[in-house]
T-cell receptor, first 112, second 113 residues
Framework: EDQVTQSPEALRLQEGESSSLNCSYTVSGLRGLFWYRQDPGKGPEFLFT???AGEEKEKERLKATLTKKESFLHITAPKPEDSATYLCAVQASGGSNYKLTFGKGTLLTVNP | DADVTQTPRNRITKTGKRIMLECSQT?????MYWYRQDPGLGLRLIYY???????NKGEISDGYSVSRQAQAKFSLSLESAIPNQTALYFC????????????FGAGTRLSVL
């Protein structure tokens, strides 16, 4: 069974204080790992796709990296508008390609 | 206007009542999904549909049914609501090639008393 574990459950940062969120996964064969952002009262919004170990993707203050067992979402000099819940999901390479297995998310709060 | 619209946004109902949650999309996608989100459990797939004639159960389909009325419309029904179906429900869509990029609605917060 595919599993995704995110840590920490919640993270509180001061504006400008860089940090990382972790997503560890267990999957029989990885088709891809995905990061989503969810704002309060809204549905998740797609951020990044990572396919293979060593791959990195960047968007503004966010950088996602991937190893064979985990992914990190690095947040550099965060701003209050980066506050959200960040979800990690995996898609297995075997079987149907529709299924995403989501982690429980990390609630990030950035204080001004 | 939102690409994926869910109605209602909030609903309070009583145990045993039938309730329908509706989802419509303007993305032109064939694939549509229903998820529920619970604190501490994350997003779980209830049902998914690859096109109007193709509907499939997800990991937690018991107590739910769906109807794909058109490419753009996908409804979720609770035939006889129970309190443990209290949750946040999301509809999502994707195209057939990039199924991992799912576009979510704003959600329906359902409370079953």
């Amino acid at each position: 069974e595919d599993q995704v574990t995110q840590s920490p459950e919640a993270l509180r940062l001061q504006e400008g204080e860089s940090s990382s969120l972790n997503c560890s996964y267990t999957v029989s064969g990885l088709r891809g790992l995905f990061w989503y952002r969810q704002d309060p009262g809204k549905g998740p919004e797609f951020l990044f796709t990572l396919y293979s170990a060593g791959e990195e993707k960047e968007k503004e203050r966010l950088k996602a990296t991937l190893t064979k067992k985990e992914s990190f979402l690095h947040i550099t000099a965060p701003k209050p508008e980066d506050s959200a819940t960040y979800l990690c999901a995996v898609q297995a390479s075997g079987g149907s390609n529709y299924k995403l297995t989501f982690g429980k998310g990390t609630l990030l709060t950035v204080n001004p | 206007d939102a690409d994926v619209t869910q109605t209602p946004r909030n609903r309070i109902t009583k145990t045993g009542k039938r309730i329908m949650l509706e989802c419509s999309q303007t993305k032109g996608h064939d694939r549509m999904y229903w998820y529920r989100q619970d604190p501490g459990l994350g997003l779980r797939l209830i049902y998914y549909s690859f096109d109007v004639k193709d509907i499939n159960k997800g990991e937690i389909s018991d107590g739910y049914s769906v109807s794909r009325q058109a490419q753009a419309k996908f409804s979720l029904s609770l035939e006889s609501a129970i309190p443990n179906q209290t949750a946040l429900y999301f509809c999502a869509t994707s195209d057939a090639q990039q199924t991992y990029i799912q576009y979510f609605g704003a959600g329906t917060r359902l409370s079953v008393l």
